[in-house]
């Protein structure tokens, strides 16, 4: 019998480990030396919430589920109802088939197929695979469709840098703006610097009790365009993670929330191709052409 979260594939290479769920295309585990990774979720159980999920035609949230583009107005349904927008795309729920698989890598396909709201084909490729530098994650769309389509794309792993709570990691965030949003909706309002702020961690500090659930841009990246997050616990070990110039945003949640067992255990970290609402925005937003194809992707590894 097929587990509640798909099928399961087993990735490894050295020390790294990894457990990828058809569902979602989602990063179930990711271990190093025994050591977790990322918040990983059981086997036979509904995913929580998009914890490892691929994100997919749009990441994030599309405000009110509206968009307009190319000239017609579309309505999403509505997949976050206490905030009322359509959140972190169509393919959360999808069960995808693998299209290559080895003891160290796996390809998943699937389509987004016309809907209601979203009347564009997309055919999805989803890579993952593990060296000796880490897990490689990647997104490629392919538009199989005769309308060019709006897209964004990241992923929702939840890191976690050793024992303890979120409060006890020190998180270096290379970002310099950050998008302030509504209290009660998360509605995007505009940047503001992150200069001495709260949302300044661009110099290594702890999280403690600070609560992040925003978009960062503006981001610091080596002489090779890369971008790097870095997450330690407080005996010095820890996660990283990396991304390139197709990623201009991120996303970081401190994953608060009202149960006290679940709240804060893991820290989202989610490189996006978009800031949220893009669909709204155009900002940044990815219009694949007919016949046409985009991708990105990310790396996790151990520190």
Not at 7 to 17: A, D, N
Not at 53 to 66: I, K
Not at 210 to 238: E, K, Q
Request: charged share 20%.
């Amino acid at each position: 019998m097929t587990e509640l979260s798909g099928r399961q594939y087993g990735l490894e290479y050295g020390g790294y480990r990894a457990t990828i769920s058809s569902v979602g295309a989602s990063l179930r585990e990711l271990s190093f030396h025994g050591r977790d990774l990322v918040l990983p979720f059981a086997a036979d159980e509904m995913r929580p919430a998009f914890r490892g999920a691929t994100l997919a035609p749009w990441p994030n949230r599309v405000v009110d589920g509206e968009y307009s583009f190319a000239g017609m107005d579309h309505q999403l349904a509505l997949t976050e109802p206490r905030r009322g927008h359509a959140l972190h795309g169509l393919v959360g729920w999808l069960d995808f088939a693998a299209v290559a698989e080895d003891s160290d890598r796996l390809v998943l396909g699937a389509t987004i197929e016309a809907q209601a709201g979203y009347p564009f084909r997309l055919q999805l490729s989803i890579e993952f695979r593990l060296d000796e530098s880490g897990l490689h994650w990647s997104v490629s769309a392919l538009n199989t469709g005769s309308l060019a389509a709006p897209f964004g794309t990241g992923p929702h792993p939840y890191l976690v840098a050793g024992g303890g709570h979120v409060d006890d990691w020190t998180l270096e965030l290379p970002a310099g703006s950050v998008l302030t949003v509504t209290e009660d909706r998360l509605i995007p309002l505009g940047l503001e610097t992150v200069d001495g702020g709260e949302f300044d961690f661009r110099s290594a500090r702890p999280i403690a009790d600070t609560f992040i659930d925003h978009a960062f841009t503006d981001i610091h990246r080596n002489a090779d365009g890369v971008a790097s997050v870095r997450l330690l616990s407080s005996d010095g070990i820890g996660v990283g993670m990396t991304w390139g110039t197709d990623c201009p945003w991120v996303q970081v949640h401190t994953a608060d929330a009202p149960d006290p067992g679940i709240s804060r255990i893991g820290l989202a970290v989610e490189p996006m191709t978009c800031p949220p609402d893009a669909f709204n925005s155009g900002t940044d937003l990815i219009v694949i052409e007919p016949g046409g194809s985009a991708s990105a992707g990310w790396s996790i590894h151990a520190l």
